[in-house]
């Protein structure tokens, strides 16, 4: 199938817009991944590559399902958030099923590697087949929540599916906050069964999810000029894992930040450094893989500086082994800045941030691996005149997760600094005796000869915002095998993807009737 978007280069175009042909070509006509089954899933799957869609900028995306709905002449509305609903009638004879909604995401996690060149709001996805895999060329993949999308447009497509009544529920801005789901109004939907397909482990059931909520904390500092002719050095740390900061907060990965302060704490006390800037991750729900940090050091002092920091990698390559394989560290000169951080606010900072708490805090005791709370120190960056600390905390416990606010406020309010808690979402309350969850685990038996496992997971969900607003609606999630979502190493298994469409496609065709 040809991909829906068409790019003709001429004369007047810019080099970057000849990029994006000869990206959508290689995709489509060398890289085979349309060719995968299902090829209509793969197809739209690729379609959404070749759309920028980040969080909060999916307006090209939802002109892309709207155009979609119109072509296969079915009925859809947008609310007010951005949220858009395609309608699909039942196939003759299954007009008494119970309605069924199959909800996505459109929005992904923009995160690059270092070196990679590449403008989320502008550029496609370089999706390619890695063995079993499919995954991008030094970003993330977007398969998170994609593939759910892709397989939600397909069921719409193909005219030979036996199913009920559809509604598909495409939400915006999930990533950031889920705003969209956040958006819904009562009455938006009629279905009575919702089918999220953002689960990221095949054969696997979830039933119940964390809730999450944001911290923000302002600490204010005095802009102090150059007083001595020291020597100025950017510190790199790059060339970790990163991740999902609820699927992969258990794995003991690195934080970027929490090493860089740690590094930063160690020469300002032996050598009085002085800190200008410091940028450190990109986005709450990811855990930090780079932080970056610009200081000056005492010319006599610059051997020993410098000595320092490899000795200091070589510590912490042996602490994260064989977890992060890939640390880096580094320090070149750079140009002399237009300030200093004052020394107060430096060492204020520098005691907080290394004393704050970060990772997992409990799990669950009931549910072997299962995190219970837990917290990601995401992203630092020093801003006009204030540093600005983001977390994003979850747990299933609503106490522990206030408790864990009040925690990281303690802290900060200690450095002089002023703390915000916002974006609070609820989590998902399992129901075990969900009759979807009945239903298909008898059909994942009957299908595959093994049995589906039942999980409570870490991450947010939008069924646990959802449920609130559509009360006695029978929710489930499950999706195909993604690996190191929020991160330029995310890859979605082609296999997982379907048996995935074969489960989903077999759910709907048992929906009982109401």
Known sequence: MEPLFRFHSTGNRSNKFNEWASLIKYNFMENNIGKLYPSFLWTNFLNLCSIPRPSKKELQVIAFVKKFAENLTLKYKVDETGNVVIQKPASAGMEKKIPVVIQAHLDMVPQKNTATIHDFEKDPIQAYIDGEWVRARGTTLGADNGIGVAAALAILQDKTLLHGPLEVLLTVDEETGMSGAFGLKPGFLSGKILLNTDNED?????????????????????????????????ISLTGLKGGHSGVDIHLGRGNANKIMIRLLWILTRKYGIKLSVYEGGTLRNAIPREAFATVIISKDKEKLFLEDIKDFTEIIKKEFFPVEDNIKIAAETTAIPEYVIDSDSQDRFLNAVYAVPNGVMRMITEMNGVVETSTNLSIIKTLNQEIEINFLLRSSVDSAKTDLCNMIQSVFELAGAKTEHDGSYPGWKPDFNSGILTKMKQIYKNKFGTEASVKVIHAGLECGIIGDIYPGMDLISFGPTIVHPHSPDEKVEINSVGKFWDFLTETLRHIPEA
């Not at 119940?208 to 000029?225: S, Y």
Request: glycine content about 16%.
């Open 202 to 234: 095949e054969g696997e059931l979830c039933v119940g999810c964390a809730g999450g909520i944001n911290t923000t904390a302002i600490l204010p500092f005095r802009k102090e000029q150059i007083k001595e002719n020291g020597s100025v050095y950017k």
